[in-house]
Protein backbone atom coordinates (compact mmCIF):
# COMPACT_ATOMS: atom_id res chain seq x y z
CA UNK A 1 0.00 0.00 0.00
CA UNK A 2 2.57 2.39 0.70
CA UNK A 3 4.37 2.35 -2.77
CA UNK A 4 0.78 3.22 -4.42
CA UNK A 5 1.46 7.16 -4.31
CA UNK A 6 4.88 6.16 -6.66
CA UNK A 7 3.56 6.33 -9.89
CA UNK A 8 1.83 9.23 -8.87
CA UNK A 9 4.87 10.79 -7.69
CA UNK A 10 6.88 9.91 -10.44
CA UNK A 11 4.07 11.75 -13.04
CA UNK A 12 4.62 14.46 -10.93
CA UNK A 13 8.66 14.52 -11.31
CA UNK A 14 8.08 14.29 -15.18
CA UNK A 15 5.57 17.31 -15.40
CA UNK A 16 8.37 19.52 -13.66
CA UNK A 17 11.05 18.08 -15.56
CA UNK A 18 8.97 18.71 -18.59
CA UNK A 19 7.66 21.91 -17.96
CA UNK A 20 11.39 23.05 -16.70
CA UNK A 21 12.65 22.03 -20.12
CA UNK A 22 10.00 24.56 -21.68
CA UNK A 23 10.95 27.47 -19.71
CA UNK A 24 14.97 26.82 -20.46
CA UNK A 25 13.72 25.90 -24.28
CA UNK A 26 11.64 29.34 -23.84
CA UNK A 27 14.45 31.58 -22.54
CA UNK A 28 17.26 30.43 -25.29
CA UNK A 29 14.51 31.76 -27.25
CA UNK A 30 14.21 35.42 -26.22
CA UNK A 31 17.61 35.42 -25.76
CA UNK A 32 19.57 38.55 -27.65
CA UNK A 33 15.55 39.07 -28.86
CA UNK A 34 15.03 43.22 -29.15
CA UNK A 35 11.59 44.89 -28.89
CA UNK A 36 11.21 48.47 -29.08
CA UNK A 37 8.43 50.22 -27.99
CA UNK A 38 7.60 53.32 -30.20
CA UNK A 39 6.86 56.42 -27.58
CA UNK A 40 6.12 60.46 -27.30
CA UNK A 41 8.17 61.74 -24.44
CA UNK A 42 7.72 60.69 -21.01
CA UNK A 43 4.11 62.53 -19.59
CA UNK A 44 2.36 61.18 -16.80
CA UNK A 45 -0.65 63.54 -17.04
CA UNK A 46 -1.42 61.48 -20.32
CA UNK A 47 -2.55 57.77 -20.11
CA UNK A 48 -1.93 56.72 -23.32
CA UNK A 49 2.31 57.29 -23.53
CA UNK A 50 1.69 55.39 -19.86
CA UNK A 51 0.42 52.90 -20.99
CA UNK A 52 3.24 52.65 -23.85
CA UNK A 53 6.11 52.95 -20.79
CA UNK A 54 4.00 50.36 -18.57
CA UNK A 55 3.88 47.67 -21.73
CA UNK A 56 7.69 47.94 -22.04
CA UNK A 57 8.11 47.28 -18.55
CA UNK A 58 5.58 44.77 -18.08
CA UNK A 59 7.34 42.95 -20.78
CA UNK A 60 10.78 42.99 -19.44
CA UNK A 61 9.75 42.42 -15.80
CA UNK A 62 8.09 39.31 -17.27
CA UNK A 63 10.88 38.33 -19.90
CA UNK A 64 14.13 39.14 -18.30
CA UNK A 65 16.15 37.63 -21.05
CA UNK A 66 14.35 39.68 -23.78
CA UNK A 67 15.84 43.37 -24.63
CA UNK A 68 13.59 45.61 -24.17
CA UNK A 69 14.11 49.49 -25.41
CA UNK A 70 12.14 52.91 -25.31
CA UNK A 71 12.16 54.69 -28.72
CA UNK A 72 11.53 58.34 -27.96
CA UNK A 73 10.31 59.58 -31.20
CA UNK A 74 11.00 63.36 -29.80
CA UNK A 75 14.48 62.27 -28.19
CA UNK A 76 13.61 64.05 -25.18
CA UNK A 77 14.39 60.87 -22.80
CA UNK A 78 13.14 61.94 -20.10
CA UNK A 79 13.73 60.36 -16.62
CA UNK A 80 10.14 58.52 -15.01
CA UNK A 81 9.24 55.81 -12.48
CA UNK A 82 8.07 53.73 -14.85
CA UNK A 83 10.44 52.49 -17.34
CA UNK A 84 13.58 54.71 -18.82
CA UNK A 85 15.85 52.05 -20.68
CA UNK A 86 16.29 54.28 -24.22
CA UNK A 87 18.01 53.57 -27.19
CA UNK A 88 18.74 55.60 -30.48
CA UNK A 89 17.86 55.60 -33.51
CA UNK A 90 21.40 54.75 -34.80
CA UNK A 91 21.70 52.20 -32.01
CA UNK A 92 18.69 49.99 -32.81
CA UNK A 93 19.42 46.59 -33.99
CA UNK A 94 18.54 45.41 -37.07
CA UNK A 95 16.63 42.29 -35.81
CA UNK A 96 13.79 43.74 -33.75
CA UNK A 97 9.99 43.86 -33.32
CA UNK A 98 8.92 47.66 -33.00
CA UNK A 99 5.32 48.05 -31.06
CA UNK A 100 3.70 51.29 -32.57
CA UNK A 101 0.45 53.36 -31.32
CA UNK A 102 -2.01 53.64 -33.59
CA UNK A 103 -0.78 57.22 -34.46
CA UNK A 104 1.91 56.00 -36.33
CA UNK A 105 2.21 56.01 -39.92
CA UNK A 106 4.00 53.41 -41.91
CA UNK A 107 7.05 51.97 -40.04
CA UNK A 108 9.84 54.76 -39.33
CA UNK A 109 12.20 52.32 -37.51
CA UNK A 110 11.93 50.05 -40.77
CA UNK A 111 11.29 46.97 -38.18
CA UNK A 112 11.32 44.11 -40.06
CA UNK A 113 8.29 43.30 -38.18
CA UNK A 114 5.63 45.44 -36.84
CA UNK A 115 2.74 45.66 -34.05
CA UNK A 116 0.27 48.03 -33.58
CA UNK A 117 -1.61 49.19 -30.36
CA UNK A 118 -4.91 50.52 -30.94
CA UNK A 119 -5.19 52.79 -27.78
CA UNK A 120 -8.19 54.81 -29.15
CA UNK A 121 -10.26 54.73 -32.15
CA UNK A 122 -9.41 56.08 -35.29
CA UNK A 123 -9.91 59.01 -36.40
CA UNK A 124 -9.86 60.43 -32.89
CA UNK A 125 -5.42 61.03 -32.62
CA UNK A 126 -5.17 60.19 -36.28
CA UNK A 127 -6.31 59.76 -39.67
CA UNK A 128 -9.42 57.30 -40.37
CA UNK A 129 -7.50 55.65 -42.91
CA UNK A 130 -4.23 55.29 -41.14
CA UNK A 131 -4.20 52.10 -41.25
CA UNK A 132 -3.32 51.70 -45.02
CA UNK A 133 0.24 52.94 -44.67
CA UNK A 134 0.59 49.58 -42.54
CA UNK A 135 1.82 46.55 -43.52
CA UNK A 136 -0.91 44.29 -43.75
CA UNK A 137 0.94 41.95 -42.65
CA UNK A 138 1.37 43.64 -39.19
CA UNK A 139 0.01 42.28 -36.02
CA UNK A 140 -3.08 44.15 -34.44
CA UNK A 141 -3.89 44.53 -31.05
CA UNK A 142 -6.60 46.81 -29.08
CA UNK A 143 -6.72 48.17 -25.87
CA UNK A 144 -10.89 48.06 -25.80
CA UNK A 145 -13.20 47.89 -28.48
CA UNK A 146 -14.90 51.32 -29.49
CA UNK A 147 -16.65 49.68 -32.17
CA UNK A 148 -18.48 48.11 -29.52
CA UNK A 149 -21.14 46.34 -32.33
CA UNK A 150 -18.33 44.51 -33.80
CA UNK A 151 -16.43 44.12 -30.45
CA UNK A 152 -16.23 40.01 -31.51
CA UNK A 153 -14.16 41.25 -34.58
CA UNK A 154 -10.78 42.20 -32.47
CA UNK A 155 -8.57 40.57 -30.25
CA UNK A 156 -8.08 42.53 -27.22
CA UNK A 157 -5.13 43.28 -25.00
CA UNK A 158 -5.42 45.26 -22.53
CA UNK A 159 -3.02 46.53 -19.91
CA UNK A 160 -3.61 48.89 -17.24
CA UNK A 161 -1.06 50.99 -14.80
CA UNK A 162 -2.49 51.58 -11.70
CA UNK A 163 0.05 54.64 -9.78
CA UNK A 164 -0.38 52.66 -5.81
CA UNK A 165 -0.94 56.22 -4.21
CA UNK A 166 -3.91 56.31 -5.43
CA UNK A 167 -6.56 55.62 -2.63
CA UNK A 168 -9.68 56.85 -0.28
CA UNK A 169 -7.64 58.20 2.35
CA UNK A 170 -10.64 59.07 4.04
CA UNK A 171 -11.27 62.55 4.26
CA UNK A 172 -13.97 64.88 4.44
CA UNK A 173 -15.61 65.53 0.87
CA UNK A 174 -16.70 69.33 0.32
CA UNK A 175 -15.61 69.54 -3.52
CA UNK A 176 -16.76 68.54 -7.10
CA UNK A 177 -14.10 68.17 -9.76
CA UNK A 178 -14.39 68.18 -13.96
CA UNK A 179 -12.10 67.69 -16.65
CA UNK A 180 -12.80 68.42 -20.36
CA UNK A 181 -9.82 67.13 -22.01
CA UNK A 182 -10.57 65.35 -25.84
CA UNK A 183 -14.80 66.06 -24.75
CA UNK A 184 -14.54 67.57 -28.25
CA UNK A 185 -13.16 64.53 -30.23
CA UNK A 186 -16.55 62.27 -28.97
CA UNK A 187 -19.49 64.88 -28.32
CA UNK A 188 -21.10 66.62 -31.05
CA UNK A 189 -22.03 68.97 -27.98
CA UNK A 190 -20.85 69.48 -24.76
CA UNK A 191 -23.71 69.79 -22.11
CA UNK A 192 -22.28 71.13 -18.62
CA UNK A 193 -23.60 69.18 -15.48
CA UNK A 194 -20.74 70.45 -13.35
CA UNK A 195 -21.02 73.26 -10.24
CA UNK A 196 -19.48 76.90 -11.43
CA UNK A 197 -16.84 76.30 -8.45
CA UNK A 198 -15.38 72.72 -9.20
CA UNK A 199 -11.89 72.00 -9.35
CA UNK A 200 -10.76 72.00 -13.41
CA UNK A 201 -8.69 68.95 -13.97
CA UNK A 202 -5.89 69.42 -16.86
CA UNK A 203 -2.49 69.27 -16.11
CA UNK A 204 -2.12 68.08 -12.41
CA UNK A 205 0.50 65.45 -11.73
CA UNK A 206 -0.28 62.44 -9.89
CA UNK A 207 0.63 63.76 -6.21
CA UNK A 208 -1.69 66.91 -7.05
CA UNK A 209 -4.50 64.82 -8.48
CA UNK A 210 -4.26 62.23 -5.14
CA UNK A 211 -5.43 65.44 -3.09
CA UNK A 212 -7.79 66.52 -5.56
CA UNK A 213 -9.97 63.59 -5.75
CA UNK A 214 -9.97 62.38 -2.03
CA UNK A 215 -11.82 65.82 -0.65
CA UNK A 216 -14.06 65.65 -4.10
CA UNK A 217 -17.34 63.83 -3.88
CA UNK A 218 -17.95 63.90 -8.00
CA UNK A 219 -15.41 63.74 -11.03
CA UNK A 220 -17.50 65.27 -14.35
CA UNK A 221 -15.41 63.54 -16.77
CA UNK A 222 -16.52 64.98 -20.31
CA UNK A 223 -13.20 62.89 -21.80
CA UNK A 224 -15.43 59.42 -21.81
CA UNK A 225 -12.68 57.26 -22.19
CA UNK A 226 -10.16 59.34 -20.15
CA UNK A 227 -7.94 57.19 -17.74
CA UNK A 228 -8.88 59.73 -15.26
CA UNK A 229 -12.58 58.39 -14.20
CA UNK A 230 -10.08 55.06 -12.66
CA UNK A 231 -7.67 56.95 -10.74
CA UNK A 232 -10.51 58.91 -9.08
CA UNK A 233 -12.80 56.24 -8.05
CA UNK A 234 -9.55 54.42 -6.52
CA UNK A 235 -9.71 57.68 -4.51
CA UNK A 236 -13.24 57.05 -3.60
CA UNK A 237 -14.56 60.06 -6.01
CA UNK A 238 -17.50 58.93 -8.13
CA UNK A 239 -16.88 59.40 -11.97
CA UNK A 240 -19.44 60.88 -13.36
CA UNK A 241 -19.66 60.07 -17.37
CA UNK A 242 -21.99 62.11 -19.28
CA UNK A 243 -24.03 59.99 -21.97
CA UNK A 244 -22.56 60.18 -25.92
CA UNK A 245 -24.71 60.29 -28.64
CA UNK A 246 -26.35 56.85 -28.86
CA UNK A 247 -23.62 55.12 -26.86
CA UNK A 248 -26.27 52.85 -24.21
CA UNK A 249 -24.71 51.99 -21.01
CA UNK A 250 -24.00 48.27 -22.21
CA UNK A 251 -22.50 49.45 -25.06
CA UNK A 252 -20.37 52.13 -23.06
CA UNK A 253 -19.48 49.26 -20.89
CA UNK A 254 -17.75 47.06 -23.78
CA UNK A 255 -15.58 49.94 -23.88
CA UNK A 256 -14.25 49.24 -20.09
CA UNK A 257 -11.13 46.98 -20.78
CA UNK A 258 -12.12 45.20 -17.97
CA UNK A 259 -15.75 44.03 -19.61
CA UNK A 260 -13.64 42.07 -21.64
CA UNK A 261 -12.92 39.40 -19.29
CA UNK A 262 -15.62 40.09 -16.74
CA UNK A 263 -19.58 39.40 -16.90
CA UNK A 264 -21.02 42.28 -15.73
CA UNK A 265 -24.07 43.89 -17.08
CA UNK A 266 -24.05 47.02 -15.35
CA UNK A 267 -21.04 49.63 -14.48
CA UNK A 268 -20.23 49.72 -10.85
CA UNK A 269 -18.45 53.02 -9.17
CA UNK A 270 -19.67 54.77 -12.17
CA UNK A 271 -22.48 57.27 -12.94
CA UNK A 272 -22.86 56.99 -16.70
CA UNK A 273 -25.51 59.32 -16.91
CA UNK A 274 -26.83 61.38 -14.06
CA UNK A 275 -29.17 59.48 -13.54
CA UNK A 276 -26.31 56.81 -12.60
CA UNK A 277 -25.31 58.60 -9.53
CA UNK A 278 -26.88 56.83 -6.96
CA UNK A 279 -26.12 53.38 -8.24
CA UNK A 280 -22.53 54.67 -8.38
CA UNK A 281 -22.69 55.13 -4.81
CA UNK A 282 -23.88 51.96 -3.67
CA UNK A 283 -21.23 49.88 -6.14
CA UNK A 284 -18.20 52.15 -5.52
CA UNK A 285 -16.20 49.45 -3.65
CA UNK A 286 -17.24 47.13 -6.09
CA UNK A 287 -15.70 49.67 -8.83
CA UNK A 288 -12.74 49.78 -7.02
CA UNK A 289 -12.14 45.92 -6.47
CA UNK A 290 -12.85 45.44 -10.54
CA UNK A 291 -10.17 48.12 -11.62
CA UNK A 292 -7.34 46.46 -9.23
CA UNK A 293 -8.55 42.82 -10.47
CA UNK A 294 -7.49 43.85 -13.80
CA UNK A 295 -4.28 45.71 -12.92
CA UNK A 296 -3.42 42.07 -11.31
CA UNK A 297 -4.48 40.53 -14.63
CA UNK A 298 -2.09 42.16 -16.52
CA UNK A 299 0.50 39.51 -15.23
CA UNK A 300 -1.53 36.89 -17.70
CA UNK A 301 -2.16 39.04 -20.48
CA UNK A 302 1.40 40.31 -21.19
CA UNK A 303 2.68 36.29 -21.27
CA UNK A 304 -0.26 35.84 -23.66
CA UNK A 305 0.79 38.74 -25.87
CA UNK A 306 4.84 38.15 -25.69
CA UNK A 307 4.01 34.72 -26.88
CA UNK A 308 2.30 35.90 -29.89
CA UNK A 309 4.42 38.34 -31.44
CA UNK A 310 7.77 35.99 -30.83
CA UNK A 311 5.42 33.26 -32.46
CA UNK A 312 6.19 33.81 -36.66
CA UNK A 313 3.24 31.98 -37.26
CA UNK A 314 1.17 33.73 -35.58
CA UNK A 315 -1.17 36.00 -37.92
CA UNK A 316 -4.54 35.36 -36.27
CA UNK A 317 -5.58 39.15 -36.13
CA UNK A 318 -4.34 40.46 -39.70
CA UNK A 319 -7.08 40.01 -41.30
CA UNK A 320 -9.60 40.72 -38.62
CA UNK A 321 -7.77 44.13 -38.21
CA UNK A 322 -8.59 44.95 -41.84
CA UNK A 323 -12.00 44.16 -41.90
CA UNK A 324 -12.67 46.39 -38.70
CA UNK A 325 -10.62 49.52 -40.36
CA UNK A 326 -13.11 49.40 -43.03
CA UNK A 327 -15.89 49.26 -41.46
CA UNK A 328 -14.72 52.02 -38.30
CA UNK A 329 -14.09 54.57 -41.47
CA UNK A 330 -18.10 54.14 -43.19
Known amino acids: MKYLFLPFLLILILFYYIKSIDIEKFNN ?18 GGCIVLYYLAYLIKHHFPTLNVYIYDRENKKRNNRIYSNYIENSKIPKHNITIYPEVIKGN ?4 PKCIRYILCELGKHCSKDIYTTWNKEDLIFHHS ?8 KINPFSIIYI ?3 FKDLGLKRTKTSFTIRKAHKFYTKIEILHPKESIEIKSQNHDELLKIFNKCTYFYCYDPYSGLSNIALLCGCIPIIPKLDGVSEKDYLKSRSYSQYENIIKLPGYAYGIENIEYAKKTLQEGQSLI ?12 QFVNNILNPNYKENNEKYYYMSKIMIK
Open 29 to 46: NTKNQNIIVHCPPFDEKS
Open 108 to 111: PLKS
Open 163 to 165: NPI
Open 145 to 152: SFNTKNND
Open 292 to 303: LKQNNRNRSTIK
